[in-house]
């Protein structure tokens, strides 16, 4: 069985830790195509968190506590920064991590794709599945704010870090995205997929930067795989993060029917052919999906892979 | 009183202190050019150990007991670079240090020029001198080796750090120093300039690529400024340092004697009038150079305070 999984960060990589268990079991090839929407250059430094998060994760080098970054993270050359009055100081740059943007940086510097770069990086990680980029080219999610009655169009990371997603906000645009060709391997992934699975990632700027690019969104929505989502919204609260506030950008309720609303059913133009909700939210209906509904809280790597186990059964390949 | 120092790293750095103490006592302005020759890019990032040194030791930061480098440094990035395999491993790049590197690197890639960006960090170091590069050009030592009996040229860094000094060295080369043009402001400094001193710095690494630009040569040799010497040799072996090994690639004898004669007078196309070396090396000669003797040991700020008194002595403008 080859499954596809969409992915953004820190909740994508919890995910793919669930489908890397249920892949070994029954001899699964997973493939990662994860959000590159939030990628930024900062002090020169090329950074990807979404891919670094999936790496570090499934490399068991990630902070468990804090979620994003290097476990036994230090941060030295940020306080230095800081020290030279270097901006921005507000991202969480971490002496690690740092090291992961040298080589990156350095690589892409040389005119590797971002691509090749994340294969060489995962050499060390070995996550035990692939792991590609959404794109190899600029697909860079900006939020439109309004700052003292000026509008204007920051980077995600800004709007998301140093704001707190609390500016007023008139919509996301991923820069690059209409003229964004997948990465070298997404569309093949695809193509060979048995199913595609949606994790319970923010659906506005994790998993909409990816499908933003046209080919992977028509590769997904006419492909011959199933596709179905794991709700990242229980009740009315997402599992982790600040799905609610993007889903409020965008007009969506904050709920499993509104996110299944938003992916929408492929019978109908959308992306998604299951939807697999909370326990707590049986009974929720979304129009052309079928819903099932069981516990989503991806406690252990265990709970992740019956969650795993769900949406494949939601897919009719398990 | 406007003196102009020429400088290498650790050994230039400390007698620059002790220039600072003499400078403050009797209200003279120090400008130090510094070799860019051990200049180097690696991972992406550009590193002027002597600049640093000079900025570090007058700034309060360097590390008094390894000579070079942050005091209270640590080494996440280079363990976490070496463990992705990412070449070269042998150099060591600390966190604190690689703050400096990415602000340096950063400000280089916008386009602003190495006296520039050294202005800019030396706001935070507040070094109580103007501290200039050389040139804001390249200007690279390679050195000639031989290595399993094919000749090749290696960065000076590859050669001192890597291979210690020990490979078979038929030269030293210094890359793009014919048409390098001095920094901004080391003419005008040279120009102005009541006095010259050249520090106890390696002569064959570190004074020599700063005479290597022409035009700093030239302006030293045919100022107006008396210019004096500080042997960094006392007896038959370098205060600190591998002066011996690089003074043995160029042919020069290993003593006071053997490198003043190696910058020469003046008055004989070379760029000294005055050559101070160590009480234990009275009665040295260098042919068309006023030599005096005195003790040559930097133990602490006052002691080389001292040696820079005796220098602007022998030079006539104390």
Not at 64 to 81: F, I, S
Not at 129 to 149: F, Q
Request: glycine letters at 12%; aromatic letters at 6%.
């Amino acid at each position: 069985m080859r499954i596809v999984v969409l992915a953004g960060g820190i909740g994508g990589a919890r995910f793919l830790l669930g489908v890397r268990a249920v892949a070994r079991e029954v001899g699964a090839e997973v493939t990662a195509v994860v959000n590159v929407g939030d990628d930024v250059t900062l002090h020169g430094l090329r950074i990807c968190p979404d891919l670094d998060s999936v790496m570090y994760t499934l490399g068991g080098g990630a902070d468990p506590e804090r979620g994003w970054g290097r476990v036994g993270e230090t941060w030295t050359v940020k306080e230095e920064l800081a020290a030279y009055g270097a901006e921005p100081t507000w991202f969480g740059l971490g002496d690690k991590d740092i090291a992961t943007h040298l080589v990156r940086t350095r690589m892409l510097d040389a005119g590797y794709p971002l691509s090749a770069v994340t294969d060489a990086l995962c050499d060390r990680w070995q996550p035990g599945i692939r792991v590609l980029p959404a794109s190899d080219d600029r697909v860079e999610t900006h939020a439109v704010v309004e700052v003292d009655g000026v509008t204007k169009a920051i980077h995600f990371q800004e709007w998301w870090i140093r704001h707190r997603a609390e500016l007023p906000t008139q919509r996301f645009v991923f820069v690059g995205a209409e003229t964004a060709k997948p990465a070298a391997g997404v569309l093949d992934a695809l193509a060979a997929a048995d199913v595609v699975l949606v994790a319970p990632s923010n659906p506005v700027v994790s998993v909409a930067p990816i499908l933003a690019v046209p080919a992977v969104r028509e590769a997904v929505a006419t492909g011959k795989a199933p596709v179905v989502g794991v709700s990242p919204i229980i009740g009315t609260a997402p599992v982790r993060g600040m799905a609610d506030k993007c889903l409020a950008v965008v007009g969506v309720e904050c709920s499993p029917a509104g996110v299944g609303g938003l992916f929408g059913a492929r019978s109908a133009g959308g992306v998604l052919d299951g939807w697999l909700v909370d326990e707590s939210d049986a009974g929720v209906e979304v129009p052309g999906l079928t819903v099932h509904a069981r516990p989503l809280w991806m406690t252990d790597e265990a709970a992740t892979g019956a969650i795993v186990r769900a949406a494949l059964s939601v897919a009719g390949v398990s």
